[in-house]
């Protein structure tokens, strides 16, 4: 007697192993085990996989460049990592930027802006030079490479856009100011 297929379903699966079949006696079920990506969720063709370390399949979107390892979405949150929150990037990046007026461009909360600099200071990936109302921050090497790194990580959020926004109308402010004053 032959086994009969009789169900087929498509199952996402984040294993190097694509295809299963499990039988139950004397009928089978045959799963598909389709990959997806661990980031997005989007649906991936074998050709377009890229295998984090940790064994998360991901797309091209999903997969950062971290101290010359790929790393994915998921893993560069973790504590061996780069972990940073969106508020602490958003934070970080303005002042990359040499954007003083954090609170109006990055539009976060006082306590959410004071939790930020806790943890870009406690992350070192800020370095405080100076006292009191002189004091300035400097972005660390780790700083820097979070800047890169998280940058492609939440590029294309919109609150990320709307700072970069902010930032191009105070650019443009300042030009505007030294073109008026013949600077």
Same mark, same amino acid.
């Given at each position: 007697?032959?086994?009969?297929?009789?169900?087929?379903?498509?199952?996402?699966?984040?294993?190097?192993?694509?295809?299963?079949?499990?039988?139950?006696?004397?009928?089978?079920?045959?799963?598909?085990?389709?990959?997806?990506?661990?980031?997005?969720?989007?649906? @991936?063709?074998?050709?377009?996989?890229?295998?984090?370390?940790?064994?998360?399949?991901?797309?091209?979107?999903?997969?950062?460049?971290?101290?010359?390892?790929?790393?994915?979405?998921?893993?560069?949150?973790?504590?061996?990592?780069?972990? @940073?929150?969106?508020?602490?990037?958003?934070?970080?990046?303005?002042?990359?930027? !040499?954007?003083?007026?954090?609170?109006?461009?990055?539009? @976060?909360?006082?306590?959410?802006?004071?939790?930020?600099?806790?943890?870009?200071?406690?992350?070192?990936?800020?370095?405080?030079?100076?006292?009191?109302?002189?004091?300035?921050?400097?972005?660390?090497?780790? !700083?820097?490479?979070?800047?890169?790194?998280?940058?492609?990580?939440?590029?294309?959020? !919109?609150?990320?856009?709307?700072?970069?926004?902010?930032?191009?109308?105070?650019?443009?402010?300042?030009?505007?100011?030294?073109?008026?004053?013949?600077?």
């Amino acid at each position: 007697m032959s086994n009969k297929i009789l169900e087929e379903r498509l199952v996402p699966t984040n294993s190097p192993v694509i295809r299963k079949t499990y039988t139950s006696s004397p009928e089978t079920v045959k799963e598909l085990q389709v990959p997806y990506c661990a980031g997005c969720g989007s649906k @991936l063709r074998l050709d377009q996989i890229i295998w984090c370390p940790c064994g998360r399949s991901t797309c091209g979107d999903c997969v950062f460049w971290l101290d010359g390892r790929v790393v994915c979405r998921i893993c560069i949150h973790e504590p061996n990592g780069m972990p @940073l929150s969106k508020p602490a990037f958003l934070v970080l990046f303005g002042i990359h930027n !040499g954007n003083l007026q954090l609170r109006d461009t990055t539009h @976060l909360p006082d306590d959410v802006l004071k939790a930020a600099f806790d943890e870009l200071d406690s992350g070192r990936f800020l370095e405080a030079r100076g006292f009191s109302i002189f004091r300035q921050w400097i972005l660390t090497h780790r !700083g820097i490479s979070a800047v890169s790194v998280y940058t492609q990580v939440y590029g294309k959020d !919109g609150d990320f856009i709307q700072l970069l926004n902010e930032l191009d109308g105070n650019v443009r402010e300042i030009n505007e100011e030294n073109t008026e004053h013949g600077d």
